[in-house]
């Protein structure tokens, strides 16, 4: 069975803050890494994805990849009230394969 | 910008009505999916298309079907609707080329079965 874990939290971080969430993964041939964004009653949002070993910025995210732990992460630099959300970390497994396997997310919030 | 849309945001039914939920992609998208999402259980596959008319059976696919007659759109039908069909349902579409596969979700559909 091949998986994708995270931790439900919530994880709660004071306005400016930086925020991590962490996603480790089962299959050590999983090729793509997504994170998504989603709002309470509202449907996920793609804002990153990461292929290779290291750190990938986007603004006030950076996605960090390592392979060798089977484990993607996403930090929230500046974190603000709208950033409060729950994020799906998605892996696509090895063979290339175009169906994702989900985590459950990891709930965020984000106090002033 | 990816566009994917679904035809209505909130849907009430009765038990045993058959009911249809359609998407549709506008970035030529070859692959297409539908998932139900449920508190604490996350996000699951019911059922998905790699190209027009092709379907495979995802996690969860009993009591849904699909169709799949134009490269844009995706269907899902539930035969007889049940109360434990009640959730929110997504549609997703993912390129092919490029090897990237990201998903790109539509606003979902909150059915309620009563």
């Not at chain 1, 290779?52 to 006030?60: I, P, V």
């Amino acid at each position: 069975q091949k998986e994708v874990e995270q931790n439900s939290g919530p994880l709660s971080v004071p306005e400016g803050a930086i925020a991590s969430l962490n996603c480790t993964y089962s299959d050590r041939g999983s090729q793509s890494f997504f994170w998504y964004r989603q709002y309470s009653g509202k449907s996920p949002e793609l804002i990153m994805f990461i292929y290779s070993n290291g750190d990938k910025e986007d603004g006030r995210f950076t996605a960090q990849l390592n392979k060798a732990s089977q484990y993607v992460s996403l930090l929230i630099r500046d974190s603000q009230p709208s950033d409060s959300a729950t994020y799906l970390c998605a892996v696509n497994l090895s063979g290339g394969s175009y169906i994702p396997t989900f985590g459950r997310g990891t709930s965020l919030i984000v106090h002033p | 910008d990816v566009k994917v849309t679904q035809s209505s945001r909130y849907l009430v039914k009765r038990t045993g009505e058959k009911v249809f939920l359609e998407c549709v992609q506008d970035m030529d998208h070859e692959n297409m999916f539908w998932y139900r999402q449920d508190p604490g259980l996350g996000l699951r596959l019911i059922y998905f298309s790699y190209d027009v008319k092709m379907k495979e059976k995802g996690d969860i696919p009993e009591g849904y079907s699909v169709s799949r007659e134009k490269k844009e759109r995706f269907s899902l039908i539930l035969e007889s609707a049940s109360t434990n069909q009640t959730s929110m349902y997504l549609c997703a579409s993912s390129p092919t080329g490029g090897g990237s596969y990201e998903q790109y979700f539509g606003p979902g559909t909150r059915l309620t079965v009563t």
